[in-house]
């Protein structure tokens, strides 16, 4: 079965300084990765995803993740967050099966943007 | 933009009674999906649907749960008999396959 890792639980970042957000999965097979943003009072809305190609993804709202096949991981970066990117992120995994499967999600990292 | 929609946004109950939340996926969508997140905890999946059938369900998905697609835009989980630990907050999602999933705005279910 398939795991999710985001060693950052809580992450606080003044306005304009970078991000790099930890996520490592692990998986036998080949995987379709993604981050997700929660924020305050909000549902769920894809970041990115990853499903095949260059390994480098690139986002909405400025967001970028590099899958490293090698390491098993997906990191999310932003080289310049803002006050509205407060928010909980979760990276998910699944199964690339090319039929649906259900997500293993990350316990997830809140992220606090500072003015 | 095409949404997911549950209703309703919160529910309070007491333990032992039934519950059904309620979902309408995107309409275009044939996959269907139910997750849970327990506060300060992760997302967990709870169960799948395809075709009128579970597809998938995990441990936590015990007979207490049944899921259902009563007409053609609706896609309910009912919980027979809540219990304390069932509090959580309940998240439906839709998708075409092998595609992304696009979750709805979640039900907070309360059991006091």
């Known amino acids: 079965a398939q795991s999710v890792s985001q060693h950052n639980h809580h992450v606080i970042l003044s306005e304009a300084a970078s991000l790099e957000l930890g996520c490592n999965y692990s998986y036998g097979g080949t995987v379709n990765l993604f981050w997700y943003v929660q924020y305050p009072g909000q549902h769920l809305q894809l970041l990115l995803k990853y499903f095949s190609g260059d390994p480098l993804v690139k986002g909405i709202k400025g967001f970028e993740a590099e899958f490293i096949k090698s390491k098993f991981s997906f990191n999310l970066r932003k080289p310049s967050v803002q006050w509205s990117d407060t928010a909980e992120y979760f990276c998910?995994?699944?199964?690339?099966?090319?039929?649906?499967?259900?997500?293993?999600f990350g316990t997830g990292t809140r992220l606090q943007v500072t003015l | 933009e095409p949404e997911v929609t549950q209703t309703p946004s919160h529910q309070v109950t007491q333990m032992g009674q039934e519950v059904i939340l309620r979902c309408v996926p995107i309409s275009n969508h044939l996959y269907f999906y139910w997750y849970r997140q327990i506060l300060g905890q992760k997302v967990e999946f709870l169960v799948s649907f395809y075709n009128n059938e579970i597809s998938e369900k995990s441990e936590i998905f015990d007979d207490q749960f049944s899921v259902e697609r009563p007409d053609g835009s609706n896609f309910t989980l009912k919980i027979r008999s809540t219990k304390l630990e069932d509090s959580a907050m309940y998240f439906c999602a839709s998708n075409m396959g092998a595609y992304e999933q696009y979750f709805g705005p979640g039900t907070r279910l309360t059991v006091t």
């Open positions: 998910a995994v699944r199964p690339n099966t090319g039929t649906a499967s259900k997500l293993t």
